[in-house]
């Protein structure tokens, strides 16, 4: 009988070039694991147990049934040996393999030995298992045992657990089934204080990429740190930039404020620049004041969407000083040996995975008595929709666009710990609008999506009406509040 499939309501699988990430569950565990990390990833996963003999060809028969030509496939466990099972027998609908927590070869012994224990009292053992597989993840456990524990240990599937078993037990990844995947993207990921699968029983692929998360232990896909989650975050965020491209310079009201407030600062001090870094540059309009008020100055303005870039390259082709490129800044910063008098950003920064990493890097790149000047969200940023989306979805908090965005003494420590000069502003930005539908279009409209995870509801029409309600009645109007700090630091 084939496996069902839960459908994530973020992921889109009705069109034939989308590129869905499947997720293949460890031993013991459902694909609803995905649901405990801090920024759930809209990943599908089949619905309940996996069965080792058949999920093969159930993931071949959905794929062609839904007509979807290639995947990015992830397994964690028991499910990395799964997933590259699949990989190798249908290597041509494997665009990307993600093995997490992956075991070359489980011990015989060892084998029977959680066979035993598991026949012996199956509930007590697995709870005993559930809590070793999430030490170091303290609160992802609680949520765990609170939502979770008890469904899986009521409706365990003995059977299929000792299915689980006999598969570990015989399966293997030796050097010619490593050969088959040699012209696949394949990335190992493991945790260094896993004690379930431990470092040592990892496959080495010499050609696949390795990520070791030193901190972590069995499940690192629940760690902020795992780079999945960021990669496919940030593609996300970029995909809804570069679509809104065109309509960008039409809808960024707030953005062109904080791109005049952000100019005012320059003239604190600010003389003279001979090289300046602009990241984020978006259709390019803080470049333009930029390069009005330093015409001399070699201006390198970057940004991750090509759309973006292209719009800002026609607006400034008069600007002779300024050169564009296409690049994720966070990788620039770190790759980069030049130097600049002045670094900036307006209201781009916010979307940096590792913002404190960043900034360590921009003190680096700043010239002597070079400046810093940044605009950026804080995490109060459209608390209104965040509010208007919880209702939605009684007893279940939503993550808004802001969630991941710092909050003001956060941003304080981060740049005290790089910068010897440090100014934050704040300012509170309030926008109106006539109706929920300009309101949603202007976020659509300004690429401001951000990435969306499986704690946010679909805008069903029957969702909008009561949404568009909570605005008229609850937020006395539609408008949304932008939280915005203005940073000036010296090296």
Known sequence: MASAFHINPNAKVTCPTARPVFFLSGWGFDGRIVELAATPPAWLYPAGLI???SIIDDLFRFLEKKRILRIDLVGWSMGA??????ARAYPERVASLYLISICREWPDIEIEQVRAAFSRDPAAFLVSFYRKCFLGYRKA????????????????DITMLNTGLDYMKQTRVDDAHIDLLS???????????????????????????REILDQDGHIPFLSQDFSLLGERRKKNICRCFSRAADTYDDYAHVQREAAFKLADRLDLGMSAAESILEIGCGTGNFTLLLAGRFPEADILALDFSQPMIEVAARKLASCGNVRFGCRDAEYFLAETDESYDLIASNTAMQWFEALDT???????????????????????????????????????????????FCAKDELTALLENCFSSVEIKEFCITMEYDSLRDL????????????????????????????????????????????????????
């Not at 921009?362 to 810093?372: H, M, P």
Request: hydrophobic content about 40%; some cysteine.
């Open 141 to 156: 456990y609680d949520r765990f045992v609170a939502e979770f524990q008890e469904d899986y240990i009521n409706n365990m």
């Open 440 to 491: 949603l279009a202007n976020i659509k409209k300004t690429g401001t999506l951000g990435w969306r995870d499986s704690s946010q509801p679909v805008l069903t029409r029957g969702r909008l009406e009561r949404l568009d309600k909570w605005f008229a009645e609850q937020n006395q109007g539609y408008h949304l509040t932008y939280q915005l700090f203005i940073i000036r630091c010296l090296k």
């Open 51 to 53: 069965n080792p003999c």
């Open 358 to 404: 960043a900034f360590v890097w921009i003190s680096d790149r700043l010239n002597d008595n070079g400046l810093f000047l940044c605009s950026i969200f804080g995490s109060e940023t459209l608390n209104e929709l965040a509010q208007g989306l919880n209702g939605l979805r009684a007893g279940r908090e939503i993550k808004s666009v802001s969630g991941r």
């Open 81 to 86: 040996n799964l997933a590259f099972d699949f």
């Open 183 to 209: 012209g696949m993207e394949v990335h190992l990921i493991h945790g260094r204080r896993d004690i379930i699968t431990p470092m040592n029983q990892m496959p080495e692929f010499c050609w696949a990429g």
